[in-house]
């Protein structure tokens, strides 16, 4: 690309690395769930038991990526088992064997009771990113951590209910440790629609999907997770997930700190576009200069009914309504209403 400094020889590495490895982890989840297969669901069991909430966190984020207008599009990897011959994607199948699926709390106990069909969808959406990953919940102190390691400017935002870490398979972590041990690492926030996190949490943050451009071309990260959260709206969640029924997703990736990251903070890159990049952005121009670490999930749970206006206001109402029997009181025991009702009701019973 015209402008940006020679590429090194690690770029290369990676590169060739990470396409041997998407293809063979493509054959691989062709093999997972291909037409022909058959998925026992004592597999499947395999998988939920070892982590039950990353489990659903998986469903879900594919849900609604499948659910999405542009699912076309976000759908990536797409389960092999519904493409039809080499262009053809079968959402409306796809969809309809997934409205099959129960909660997955339910499948664990009973995955015998699930529909064949369903249940290597199930296992196809749990074990496609094996080859490069594996998803792991993590407790609330690790939001801790993160911040810490963010070096955060925003302290006060509200705590993500869940977090989840992408551990990698062996191969890749050692490359990418390889690559960022010259310069070192960073922790950064980007925010995005859930529907986006199925496609990002298998294939990265990628370049080629990025519609903002203002400061420059690249993978816009910041330290700032409020602005983050600005650009992660609240999207619905599967409906029988374990998750909350509405949710912002946030990813914090592990940046190599290479000099051809834009940010007021680095060296190197284009002089005019570094004044021009906001205190704590990072523009990152290449994709192999960093990965997706962390999935933060901001929930909304449903809200809780409000207390009635009588049950909020019931002194000043209790006030009123004594106020009220004292004047009526008043009326009553008043010579004019006596004259008054004695004149029209002349076997007052109070004579």
């Known amino acids: 690309r015209v402008g940006q400094p020679p590429r090194p020889v690690w770029y290369a590495a990676i590169l060739c ?12 989840d062709e093999f997972c769930v291909d037409s022909e297969s058959t998925v026992s669901p004592q597999q499947v069991l395999g998988l939920l038991q070892r982590d039950l909430l990353a489990a659903d966190c998986l469903t879900t984020i594919f849900w609604a990526a499948m659910s999405s207008f542009r699912h076309d599009t ?53 074990s496609s990113g094996q080859g490069r990953f594996t998803l792991q ?18 302290h006060s935002v509200v705590k993500p209910q869940c977090t989840f870490e992408l551990e990698y398979v062996p191969e890749l972590e050692s490359r990418f440790h390889t690559a960022a041990a ?16 199925h496609s990002i949490t298998h294939n990265g943050l990628l370049n080629s999907f990025n519609k903002t451009s203002a400061f420059g071309e690249g993978t816009y990260l ?35 700190k290479h000099p051809s990251i834009m940010s007021r903070d680095q060296t190197g890159g284009v002089p005019s576009l570094q004044q021009k990049v906001p205190d704590g952005y990072f523009i990152v121009p290449n994709d192999e200069l960093l990965r997706v670490k962390y999935i933060l999930f901001f929930g909304r749970q449903k809200a809780k009914p409000s207390p009635s206006w009588l049950r909020r206001y019931w002194f000043v109402v209790g006030v009123a309504l004594y106020l009220v029997f004292l004047v009526l009181l008043g009326v009553v025991n008043s010579r004019a209403f006596r004259q008054l009702y004695s004149k029209y009701a002349p076997e007052w019973p109070w004579r």
């Open 17 to 28: 690395g990470s396409l041997a490895m998407s293809a063979a982890a493509t054959e691989e």
């Open 222 to 256: 910041s330290t700032d997770l409020g602005v983050c959260l600005n650009w992660s709206p609240l999207g619905s969640l599967w409906p029988r997930s374990m998750l909350p029924h509405s949710a912002s997703c946030v990813a914090v990736c592990e940046v190599i």
């Open 182 to 197: 010259p310069y070192g690492t960073l922790l950064a926030y980007h925010g995005s629609q859930v529907e986006n996190f």
């Open 137 to 154: 919940y993590r407790p609330p102190a690790t939001f801790h951590d993160i911040i810490g390691q963010a070096q955060s400017s925003t």
């Open 74 to 126: 976000v759908l990536r990897p797409f389960p092999p088992l519904f493409l039809q011959g080499a262009e053809h994607k079968d959402i409306e199948k796809l969809r309809a064997v997934f409205h099959k699926l129960p909660p997955l709390d339910r499948v664990a106990e009973a995955p015998h009771a699930v529909d064949p069909t369903t249940l290597r969808l199930l296992h196809w959406i749990l």
